[in-house]
């Protein structure tokens, strides 16, 4: 699997994991790892969804769940397509 195929699947298990309702950063990463991936996988779409404004925290707290934006929501639908 080329690294973009493999980063698109990792992005779609991320956002599927966050329709379902906000997950802390730990329980997300959780999530994910169990499906595929490695940490620094993980690390690097996390950190990709988050600056490009397809994930956001729930609240300014610390502690605050992320969950998904509109953006993507239409992301997901793109790549259904």
């Known amino acids: 699997m080329k690294k973009r195929e493999r980063d698109l699947h990792l992005a779609r298990i991320v956002l599927a994991e966050l ?3 906000p997950l802390r950063r730990r329980d ?9 991936g ?9 950190t ?11 609240s300014e707290v610390y502690t605050a769940p992320y969950q998904i934006t509109e953006k993507s ?3 997901l639908e793109a790549l259904s397509s």
């Not at 997300?28 to 595929?36: G, P, Q």
């Not at 490695?38 to 996390?46: E, L, P």
């Not at 990709?48 to 729930?58: E, H, M, P, R, W």
């Open 73 to 75: 929501k239409r992301f």
């Open 48 to 58: 990709f969804l988050k600056a490009q404004g397809y994930i956001a925290k729930v």
């Open 28 to 36: 997300l990463e959780k999530r994910t790892l169990i499906k595929c």
């Open 38 to 46: 490695t940490r620094a996988t993980f690390d690097s779409i996390f």
């Open 19 to 21: 329709l379902a309702g």
